[in-house]
């Protein structure tokens, strides 16, 4: 099983971008779904997270700008970033985890500069 992310890219402060990211095989029990961040020089943090009831968490930071969803039937779970800003920017790496492991994508490159 592997995860491919999409959909980073260079954005204007204010901007949004959509990731998705989609598992190439089946993950049965994938319990619950996210993302984490790496800026660079920093260490990697979480920043939303979707379980398999679609309850949904987010670090303080991207509250209200920020929207995490899922499609249990593609296998894909997708983050909607608006209203983007500087400290926004880093790699950002999904995850899939089940009772078993967890599966990590290799990550997306999200810039936001003007």
């Known amino acids: 099983v592997q995860l491919q992310a999409s959909g980073g890219g260079l954005v204007q402060p204010g901007g949004s971008l959509r990731l998705s990211c989609t598992a190439s095989?089946?993950?049965?029990?994938?319990?619950?779904m996210g993302w984490y961040r790496q800026a660079p020089d920093k260490q990697r943090k979480f920043v939303a997270r979707i379980s398999s009831g679609d309850f949904t968490a987010y670090v303080d930071s991207v509250k209200g700008r920020f929207t995490i969803s899922r499609d249990n039937a593609k296998n894909t779970v997708s983050l909607q970033m608006n209203s983007l800003k500087a400290e926004d920017t880093a790699v950002y790496y999904c995850?899939?985890?089940?009772?078993?492991?967890?599966?990590w994508g290799r990550g997306t490159q999200v810039t936001v500069s003007s």
């Open positions: 095989g089946s993950i049965l029990g994938a319990d619950v």
């Open positions: 995850f899939v985890r089940t009772s078993a492991r967890t599966y």
